[in-house]
């Protein structure tokens, strides 16, 4: 069973992404493109909050789980 998600920040989700690898390759309108050498190519809105559900989105695109990500915070 999934956790409860907080909304966050684009900048806080960054930073969680940070721990994974990723980086901010670059920035075209409101969104963040972000690159991983392990995990897809992520597209970020950068939106103050980030919906739930975009972000629990995020997060199963990169395959990992509520729970794994909730621990990151």
Request: hydrophobic residues 40%.
């Amino acid at each position: 069973m999934g956790g409860k998600i907080p909304q966050m920040k684009a900048i806080e989700l960054v930073k969680v992404l940070s721990k994974l690898g990723y980086v901010v390759h670059h920035q075209k309108g409101s969104h963040l493109h972000l690159r991983s050498s392990y995990y897809p190519t992520l597209t970020v809105p950068n939106h103050n909050p980030i919906a739930r559900g975009t972000l629990r989105a995020i997060i199963r695109e990169i395959g990992i789980s509520v729970e794994a990500f909730l621990e990151l915070l």
